[in-house]
């Protein structure tokens, strides 16, 4: 979300959407931003990564979020990607397993 918000112009359009699809939770985060290009999509996920300055001009942030977001979907068997172009804004999805009920029905402590 901070990424979609750091890349999209003023006036832009920044949008969170749920569902569930095939028994996994998919959350999508896309905005209306300056977009990056195909060549840099799996690159994005590296630790250290940036991929240029943001809609103000400069660098910001660590390149790690899109690392540690990654990792952290897949700790919990979910997937991350990226559809994206120059000009057309960007849309990150990731998937994870919704948490299943003990079978005593007790909550898990989440």
Do not use: C
Not at 49 to 73: F, N, S
Not at 88 to 94: D, E, L, Q
Request: aromatic share 6%.
């Amino acid at each position: 979300m901070s990424n979609a918000l750091k890349f999209t112009p003023a006036g832009g359009r920044v949008q969170v959407e749920g569902a569930l699809r095939d028994g996994v939770v998919e959350i999508s985060v896309s905005d209306t931003g300056i977009g990056i290009p195909k060549e840099q999509h799996e690159a994005v996920f590296d630790k250290f990564y940036q991929i240029g300055a943001t809609t103000k001009g400069v660098r910001e942030g660590t390149g790690l979020g899109l690392a540690i977001t990654k990792a952290l979907v897949e700790e919990h068997g979910g997937r991350i990607w990226l559809e994206s172009a120059p000009g057309k804004g960007s849309r990150f999805t990731f998937t994870i397993a919704p948490e299943q009920p003990h079978e005593d029905g007790a909550d898990s402590g989440r």
